[in-house]
């Protein structure tokens, strides 16, 4: 955001109508999100009940969980699963709660790419509730084993994808690490006395997966990984089929044999590089300076190279090779680091040649991680020559879309980051001629807006990143034009206005559901005519001062370092 102060600027006192209208849209928008959020939250506790879908949604929902997330973080031993699961339908048992929460947890996940609009986001949102509640228990410390691990760690891969307390996700990831770590999974099965290829091979999984969600957590949240490669001895885990598993004989696949746990071991070998990006960006111990930049550049991308190399040298005698959705996000999860790696230089490398080397990489990484999430970019087509958004089975692009976790928020990073190198190509150009951007960048300037309605449309919230795509928006063709700071005022009023009206009715819409669904029942009455509420986390920010009708005189306000800082708290 520090990027965009220079939209903060001082308005004219005459356009107090314009900035009237566009805050009372904004508003109304954010009224109707408490709406529709009450209306999904059950109450608390929600104890689990036995209630489950139609066998074919839930088919349908452990495939859209397997297919994804299980690909990528090794958590469940998918033939024991799935003969737990087949037997729940099968016999009148009352199920094991235990494997019952577990389930609901690999449906909510599920139901992040089971359609296009997720429309299972409330039973998604009361499965996590119920989850929570079992969890919560004071019994529960008793129930400690493997299959606590694994629901620790579903819960909180629904909480990021569905958006329930993800603001929080590091803590509970640090609490998962440590959890993990009092029940000895840092220590290798080979130095304690465990016994078995099945055990020994989930332990080195589920710290696997452990491992992987800390640090993604650490990057997400600016915290810092609070783990260290002397932390733990736990080897990576073996190159096995989980059929092999249930054979105590067994022996790991050769390296360049594709299995099911194969990108979990590729992508292990470059946790050593990823984790000292996040150690030297997060740790407040961590003495920064250029030349080590440019020194974890260097090993970050030798360890991306020899991780594609792998991931095109598998061969598989079943023909069983990596997913699109596999591969693409590896790619997505080693460019975010690369991107993150150079971003806190990005700002003044577009003041100074010193940092260019920042600049290019950001803008670069940005482009590839904006193509993953949504490959329908116009620049993408006149490649393709195909519309593969639209596309059924691009589970990847559903998962962004649909998805609250870090892909959504890297992709709005890399769109801001994007925008921001335009803009200072339009603001450093000195001739006379037309000023010529990059298609591809001003592609992107284009494409966020349907995007980020497409998200509003599949159930977020915010309006946030749409109304900021739009006026950064605005400015960049205002800019093109070669408008005054008055016009251009006057465009960033219009679009902020029209980013309202037209996220309003799609809000309406999921407010309106909602309560044919009987869920405003216990909601209080809100006016979305009258601001007196307002938006309380505008109070956060100097936006106040901006929208305030009674008080025009305190437009004259100049930037300043702290205001800036209230505005990034708000975004």
Request: with cysteine; net charge negative; charged share 20%.
């Amino acid at each position: 955001m520090s990027l965009f102060k220079d939209l903060l600027n001082p308005f004219d006192p005459s356009l107090r109508d314009g900035i009237n209208k566009a805050f009372s849209g904004v508003q109304k928008c954010k009224s109707l999100a408490r709406v529709i959020k009450s209306q999904r939250a059950p109450p608390w506790p929600t104890p689990p009940t036995p209630e489950l879908p139609r066998v074919d949604v839930a088919n349908e929902l452990v495939d859209c969980y397997l297919r994804t997330t299980e690909t990528m973080h090794r958590i469940l031993h998918v033939p024991s699963f799935r003969r737990d699961y087949e037997a729940l339908w099968m016999t009148e048992a009352k199920p094991d709660p235990g494997f019952l929460v577990q389930l609901k947890l690999v449906f909510a996940i599920g139901a992040a790419t089971y359609d296009e609009n997720f429309s299972l986001r409330s039973s998604a949102v009361r499965w996590v509730y119920e989850a929570l509640t079992w969890i919560s228990e004071p019994e529960f410390k008793s129930r400690l084993g493997i299959q606590f691990v694994q629901t620790s760690i579903l819960l909180l891969i629904a909480r990021e994808t569905i958006g329930i307390g993800r603001d929080s996700i590091w803590v509970s990831a640090g609490e998962l690490l440590r959890r993990a770590m009092s029940m000895g999974l840092h220590r290798d099965p080979s130095r304690l006395p465990i016994k078995g290829t099945f055990i020994s091979e989930m332990r080195r999984r589920l710290w696997n997966t452990i491992l992987e969600l800390a640090l993604q957590s650490s990057l997400t949240a600016g915290g810092a990984p609070l783990i260290t490669l002397d932390d733990f001895d736990t080897q990576p885990p073996g190159n096995f089929d989980d059929e092999q598993l249930l054979a105590e004989s067994s022996a790991p696949m050769l390296e360049n044999q594709f299995t099911e746990t194969s990108i979990a071991v590729a992508l292990r070998r470059t946790f050593p590089s990823r984790l000292a990006v996040a150690r030297f960006l997060n740790d407040i111990s961590s003495q920064a300076s250029y030349e080590e930049v440019l020194r974890l550049d260097a090993d970050l991308r030798a360890s991306y190279r020899g991780l594609t190399r792998t991931l095109q040298g598998y061969k598989s005698d079943n023909g069983i090779s990596p997913s699109q959705f596999a591969s693409r996000m590896v790619n997505f999860i080693m460019h975010q680091y690369v991107s993150a790696l150079h971003i806190p230089y990005f700002g003044p490398s577009l003041r100074q040649t010193t940092y260019a080397f920042s600049r290019k990489v950001v803008v670069e990484t940005s482009l590839k991680i904006w193509y993953a999430v949504y490959p329908a970019s116009s620049v993408m087509n006149c490649h393709s020559g195909s519309d593969t958004f639209s596309s059924n089975r691009d589970d990847f692009a559903r998962l962004a879309v649909c998805g609250s976790g870090f892909c959504r928020i890297v992709a709005i990073q890399a769109t801001l980051l994007i925008s921001g190198e335009l803009r200072t190509q339009l603001q450093e150009d000195e001739g006379l001629g037309p000023v010529t951007l990059r298609p591809d960048l001003f592609a992107v300037i284009e494409d966020v807006k349907p995007w980020c309605l497409r998200c509003i449309e599949a159930g977020e919230t915010s309006i946030k990143a749409y109304l900021l795509a739009c006026v950064i928006g605005a400015q960049v063709q205002a800019l093109m034009r070669g408008l005054g700071k008055d016009e251009i005022s006057r465009h960033l009023i219009q679009a902020a206005t029209e980013a309202g009206d037209t996220c309003l009715p799609k809000l309406e819409r999921i407010a309106a559901r909602g309560q044919v669904n009987g869920a405003l029942n216990t909601l209080p009455s809100i006016s979305l005519d009258t601001p007196s509420e307002g938006l309380e986390d505008w109070d956060l920010t100097v936006a106040d001062a901006l929208f305030n009708p009674g008080n025009m005189e305190s437009l004259s306000w100049a930037f300043n370092e702290e205001a800036m800082q209230e505005v990034v708290t708000w975004w």
